[in-house]
């Protein structure tokens, strides 16, 4: 097998993940297109196609179908409708739930045995369908998760105190929406604990803002795709790349029978296994209450 990625749903979400995968040096070796409209996959696949001579790295680009799912590593769904200013991502469950039924039963027709990367909002939701619709093993399913609040919130802090986001240590964890949070109480700058630098308001703030960061992107631009991209392309790399690395996706919880943001072990399998998270009293309830949202969410299916 090639290092195949598929990207079905090719909107701003999926052409971000594409272009910062041909501008990165990820180890892609071959990039398939699928969408609803074949003319914009096909202008897509030509205007990436026009980048590589100034690529870092070689990649064929092309148009597809669901047969090439077959042998593909990764199958990226990013398809179906995004957020109109004051909508929540839940409030998109009903018209992206049928999509996905479909798109991944196509899929899986093809014979496809590969690692599904779902970006597609209400995020928990979408990577619990996907789940139950291809019949996979949960390690070979991973949602986007809160990997995108995670670098908004890493982004925010080191702006705040002038330090690189990677000597950030903090997370975002639970539900990609509004019950997701941030469990202060593991957080440090290097190896200092993060209240040592800012106050309980302060750190409010903080959370606030990154929870809210979409909403304000979406009025003011429509909607947001560069960060996701981005995120999209870093749980490749660690999945292409063997890695091992710590990233906050969505993940399988055996004890709630749902999918949610929290730190695991990716690696060229999917999720090796979920990394477990201490929390103190405070913290327990809101991932409570985070899991409660998505069980609710999934019921009403
Ligand atoms: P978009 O409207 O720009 O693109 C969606 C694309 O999906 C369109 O090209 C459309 O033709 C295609 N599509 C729809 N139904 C399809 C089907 N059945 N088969 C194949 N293609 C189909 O939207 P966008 O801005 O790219 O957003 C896509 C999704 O990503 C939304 O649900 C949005 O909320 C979500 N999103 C997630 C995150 C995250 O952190 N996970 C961040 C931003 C956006």
């Known amino acids: 097998m090639n290092n195949k990625v598929v990207i079905i749903g090719c909107g701003n979400v999926g052409m971000s993940y594409a272009y910062a995968l041909l ?37 064929q680009i092309k148009a597809g179908d669901y047969s090439d799912c077959r042998d593909a590593k990764i199958v990226c769904i990013a398809a179906g ?13 009903h018209k992206n739930s049928k999509i996905f039924e479909s798109i991944v039963k196509e899929v899986m027709n093809s014979g496809f045995n590969g690692i599904f990367l779902v970006a597609t909002n209400p995020l928990d939701i979408m990577t619990y369908l ?69 106050n309980d308001e302060e750190l409010n703030k903080i959370y606030i803002d990154v929870r809210d960061a979409a909403y304000d992107i979406i009025e003011r631009k429509g909607a947001t795709f560069y960060g996701i ?34 730190p695991a072990v990716i690696n ?23 899991i409660d949202v998505i069980k609710d969410a999934i019921r009403k299916i």
């Open 23 to 59: 501008n990165q040096r990820s180890n892609v070796q071959e990039l398939v297109l699928i969408d609803l409209n074949k003319d914009r996959i096909i202008g897509e696949a030509m205007d990436l196609n026009h980048c590589l001579a100034f690529a870092p790295t070689r990649m």
């Open 229 to 262: 991209g981005m995120c999209l392309v870093r749980i490749t790399n660690a999945i292409l790349g063997d890695e091992n690395s710590i990233i906050t996706v969505s993940t399988y919880d055996k004890d709630n029978n749902i999918f949610i943001g929290l």
């Open 130 to 198: 996907t789940w139950k619709y291809s019949g996979l093993p949960h390690n070979q399913i991973i949602g986007s998760g809160t990997s995108l609040d995670t670098a908004r919130l890493r982004y925010i802090i080191g702006d705040r105190l002038k330090v690189n986001p990677k000597n950030i240590h903090a997370y975002v964890i639970g539900e990609h929406g509004d019950s997701e949070f941030v469990p202060w109480s593991n957080a440090s700058v290097g190896l200092q604990n993060i209240k040592d630098f800012l």
């Open 268 to 290: 060229v399998n999917g999720v090796r296994e979920k990394v477990y998270v201490n929390l103190n009293e405070e913290e327990e309830e809101k991932f409570q209450k985070s």
């Open 81 to 93: 409708t995004n957020q109109n200013p004051g909508e929540t991502r839940m409030d998109l469950i």
